[in-house]
């Protein structure tokens, strides 16, 4: 199966900051790469598909890139509500694999 | 509104069976993948089953499984209504986790609307 690795596994930063995360596959994906983010005692929340595309309702701070093995989500700027976990999850073969998660933690 | 609700999960002996079920409203059920995923809590998450619909062949929808539960759970759907299942046979604890009914709406493959999620505890 496809391994994601993301990176950092903490990311403190304050509100109005700039957030990179990484997602790293073992092996090509295309851009069968999507983001969620999860908030405790919620279920994820889909923000980026194929890699670049926003969901609906997402807001635009929220920009995904990359293509291959190698991907970035990005808040440009970072509001109070945004501070959660970000998981990567890959469609490009069964079974369906997602990172391991970036945990956003207000600094 | 899309909705899914998730039932059957509870506390279990390992050994033990559990089937959960996922009733789905607000979009054309018969037409949806579904699948469920998993997550262990604390944890990151893992797909488990997915069910494709009749039309995508097979008798009930081609079924896919993660290495893990392959010949211990099923997954099955009825279509008449608007529920998926996920019956789980010979539960380890490692199983213990948080199950979550999900399906692609827009693009297959993209999972874009979750249940709550049902806990599953296999404990002695």
């Known amino acids: 199966e496809i391994v994601l690795t993301q990176s950092p596994a903490t990311l403190s930063l304050s509100p109005g900051e700039r957030a990179t995360l990484s997602c790293r596959a073992s092996?090509?994906?295309?851009?069968?790469l999507a983001w969620y983010q999860q908030k405790p005692g919620q279920a994820p929340w889909l923000l980026i598909f194929d890699s670049s595309n926003r969901a609906t309702g997402v807001p635009a701070r929220f920009s995904g890139s990359g293509s291959g093995t190698d991907f970035t989500l990005t808040i440009s700027s970072l509001e109070p509500e945004d501070f959660a976990v970000y998981y990567c999850?890959?469609?490009?073969?069964?079974?369906?694999?997602f990172g391991q998660g970036t945990k956003v933690e207000i600094k | 509104e899309v909705v899914l609700v998730e039932s059957g999960g509870g506390l279990v002996k390992p050994g033990g069976s559990l089937r959960l079920s996922c009733t789905a409203s607000?979009?054309?059920?018969?037409?949806?993948?579904m699948t469920w995923v998993r997550q262990v809590p604390g944890k990151g998450l893992e797909g488990v089953a997915r069910i494709k619909t009749r039309s995508d062949g097979g008798h009930g929808g081609t079924t896919d499984y993660v290495a893990p539960v392959k010949g211990r759970f099923t997954i099955s759907r009825d279509d008449s209504k608007n529920t998926v299942y996920l019956q789980m046979n010979s539960l380890r604890t490692e199983d213990t986790a948080v199950y979550y009914c999900t399906t692609e709406l827009q693009v297959r493959g993209v999972i874009d609307y979750w249940g709550q999620g049902t806990l599953v505890t296999v404990s002695s």
């Open positions: 999850h890959q469609r490009s073969t069964w079974p369906p694999t």
């Open positions: 607000g979009f054309s059920f018969t037409y949806a993948w």
């Open positions: 092996q090509t994906i295309g851009d069968y």
